[in-house]
């Protein structure tokens, strides 16, 4: 099993910046991809940004040149830089990953959950 924990989230106004940071932990065999996913009340979850192995990169639009992502592949650690933020930011963010332990194949793992709140 690979377990993903975040931290990083809060309240911030609007214009302000955080960090979110998601460690993955456990029998970890290969991480192909780690990534950010976002949802709000009453909506659908969606993909904010994500990063391969290889360190490329893909975000929504909605964050480009405002939120960057990186990894640490030694940590099997990613982190979203968000700046600039706005009140449509407002979210449960989630971790994700794509990775195999010993024991099965590849499958998409999921943190717990971490709440960004930005307020106006």
């Known amino acids: 099993q690979v377990q993903l924990v975040e931290s990083g989230g809060g309240l911030v106004q609007a214009g302000g910046s955080l960090r979110l940071s998601c460690a993955a932990s456990g029998s970890i065999f290969n991480i192909t991809t780690m990534g950010w996913y976002r949802q709000a009340t009453g909506t659908q979850r969606e993909l904010v940004a994500r990063?391969?192995?290889?360190?490329?990169?893909d975000y929504a639009d909605s964050v480009k040149g405002r939120f960057t992502i990186s990894g640490d592949n030694a940590k099997n650690t990613v982190y979203l830089q968000m700046n600039s933020l706005k009140p449509e930011d407002t979210a449960v963010y989630y971790c994700n990953a794509d990775a195999k332990d010993f024991n099965s194949g590849y499958r998409p793992y999921w943190g717990q959950g971490t709440q960004v709140t930005v307020s106006s």
């Open positions: 990063i391969t192995s290889g360190g490329s990169t």
